[in-house]
């Protein structure tokens, strides 16, 4: 079931996405080569700590996960998808791309977003799959407007990557965007392709969370022995990018922004 938020629920989930923009655009600012992963996992459980506020990744275990979630920041580097594991061996390098996903409780409710950056120069090929993933999350979140529905959505997403001419985009199917706020992870399931028309309608005071995933190559992926990491199959960068949105009367508003 798809919960709808109350006028003061959704305050508060402004503020935090607020405050988790604000968070992971400073993490951004400091993405160099030389630097670790888990540089940039213990600077981000700080900014959220020092706004009073709590790191919704950290100790998470989803239902079949076999252990949880040991950090704050989920870093996944060039070919790894999601859920990456911050390490202090696994320093950044130019031409690197990196995936930002961050997610915070404040005051009792959630907000997830996740950023890909790239670290120094990178070349044209990355620098596109950048853009291009950045572009259709706007597209995903363009339509979420009323009167339409999870799958109006999911097939925007889906249309605009399969409509690009400069390469043969994958888009990961296994993960998906979700409903966020009471808990980090809510109904409804928002998959980044899909038919028009099919799935929830959807309604003002509904709190989503889109994320879509692209890659370079395969739309398939697997998993590390760390039981978290999700890399591509064919071993090609992949980047995502996500946004807390609310759908209102009208167009839906970005939760997680700090302009
Ligand atoms: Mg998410």
């Not at 005051?107 to 620098?127: C, Y």
């Amino acid at each position: 079931m798809i919960i709808i938020k109350t006028l003061e629920e959704i305050e508060i989930i402004r503020e935090g996405g607020k405050h988790l923009a604000t968070v992971l655009y400073k993490i951004k600012e400091i993405i160099k080569p030389g630097i670790s992963t888990k540089d940039l996992d213990i600077y981000a459980e700080k900014l959220i700590r020092d706004l009073g506020d709590t790191p919704a990744f950290l100790n998470y275990r989803p239902e079949g996960a076999s252990r949880p979630f040991p950090a704050s920041l989920c870093v996944s580097v060039n070919d790894e998808v999601v859920h990456g594991i911050p390490s202090k061996k696994r320093i950044l390098k130019e031409g690197d791309i990196v995936s930002l996903d961050l997610g915070l409780k404040h005051k009792g409710l959630f907000t997830d977003m996740a950023i890909t950056v790239p670290v120094g120069k990178v070349n044209m090929i990355n620098q596109k799959l950048l853009e291009i993933t950045e572009q259709v999350l706007q597209v995903g979140i363009d339509s979420a407007s009323l009167g339409n529905t999870i799958g109006d959505i999911s097939n925007s997403i889906e249309s605009f990557i399969h409509s690009r001419k400069d390469n043969k985009y994958g888009i990961v199917e296994v993960l998906a965007g979700h409903g966020v706020g009471r808990a980090i992870h809510e109904d409804p399931f928002i998959p980044n392709f899909g038919k028009k028309g099919t799935g929830e309608k959807l309604l003002p005071g509904m709190v989503l969370a889109i994320e879509p995933m692209i890659n370079l190559g395969t739309k398939n992926v697997t998993i590390d022995n760390d039981d978290w990491t999700f890399r591509t199959a064919d071993r090609k960068n992949s980047a995502h990018f996500e946004h807390t949105i609310l759908i209102t009367e009208g167009e839906a508003e970005i939760l997680t922004t700090n302009f």
